[in-house]
């Protein structure tokens, strides 16, 4: 079965169309990263798949049930954590997570003992009494995803989980979420940040004004917008332009105490720069071919907006 199954869901504000026919499915056990910039409708793809706004058009699926006819039994299966998480400032850090563990209706043992081991892995124990009011914004984000995982949820939706956290919280929360990954949950995330997506998820999907326009795993999207290629070398002593004028060299570039040398066959470029070299008595101090990055796809894919 599916961990979840989006289909043709569409949402306008007014004239602004937020999200226009994305169909999403994730097979259970995956990390699914929604990736776009902001204003690309992740947000809004989010709360229709969670059932906190109903779609124009289009049903979700959350392990085969309907979000919109069936909300209570969809939401027991899911954690969610929304783009402002929200928690009780009014309540302590252990009180938000027994409260939240009780409203899904845990008994106590099982609330105190998954309360515990939450608080530990969220670098939260030593702040357990305190009032949430007191916390830092990476604290309260990491309350929000305590209280989203209390009931250990099949299945995991956060909206940018990790923006705008200091370094030490990012890290706990995205270890949080490959730790629950690894003990069976299907993960959702959504982030405009690509090295995470390319970190984290097995699956990604491109959105840019409310349209998916790529989909595919973090290695084949680099794959597929692999166009520019080119060879980083730098030299003991300084080089002027024309010493890469040789065929398969379609242009030089200097690049920071380097020179960057465009080609469409590195390989062949290589063993001209070695063979110059030698000619020219240079000793090569640096080489590398480059590696496609998700980052080109992305401005490729999202460019123009
Ligand atoms: N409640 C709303 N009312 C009006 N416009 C909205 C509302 N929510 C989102 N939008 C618009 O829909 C588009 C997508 O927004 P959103 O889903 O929040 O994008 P993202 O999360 O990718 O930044 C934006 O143009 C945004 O201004
Ligand atoms: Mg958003």
Redesign the pocket.
């Known amino acids: 079965m599916n961990a979840i199954e989006a289909e043709h869901l569409s949402k306008s ?1 007014g004239s ?1 169309t ?1 999200v226009d026919d994305v169909s999403i499915t994730i097979p259970e056990g995956g990390i699914f990263g929604f990736l ?1 910039p ?7 793809t989010i709360r229709m798949l969670t059932g906190v706004l109903i779609p124009d058009a289009g049903s979700v699926r959350i392990l085969g049930t309907d979000v919109n006819k069936d909300p209570l039994t969809a939401k027991l299966k899911m954690g969610v954590i929304p783009e402002n998480g929200t928690v009780y400032s009014d309540l302590t850090a252990e009180q938000n997570i027994l409260i939240t563990a009780k409203f899904y209706g845990m008994d106590r043992a099982s609330r105190e003992r998954r309360s515990n081991e939450i608080l530990d892995r969220l670098g939260l124990s030593e702040r357990r009494n305190d009032l949430v009011r007191t916390f830092s914004k990476g604290m309260r984000q990491r309350i929000s995803i305590a209280c989203a995982i209390v009931h250990s949820p099949p299945v995991l939706l956060l909206d940018e989980p990790t923006t705008g956290l200091d370094v030490y919280s990012r890290r706990l929360v995205i270890d949080t979420v490959r730790h629950m990954n690894q003990e069976g949950s299907t993960i959702l995330l959504t982030t405009h940040n690509i090295e995470e997506a390319n970190a984290l998820c097995n699956t990604i999907s491109i959105i840019n004004k409310g349209k998916i326009v790529a989909t595919g795993s973090p290695e084949r999207l680099k794959k597929t917008f692999d166009t520019s290629r080119y060879v980083e070398v730098s030299f003991d002593q300084p080089v002027g332009k024309d010493l890469f004028a040789v065929p398969g060299i379609t242009r030089a570039e200097p690049w920071g105490d380097k020179w960057r040398v465009y080609t469409d066959d590195p390989d062949r470029a290589v063993k001209h720069l070695a063979s110059i070299a030698e000619r020219e008595h240079l000793t090569i101090v640096s080489i590398a071919t480059s590696n496609p990055t998700l980052e080109e796809a992305f401005v490729q894919l999202t460019a123009g907006v």
């Open positions: 504000f602004v937020a776009g902001n204003g690309a409708g992740k947000t809004t």
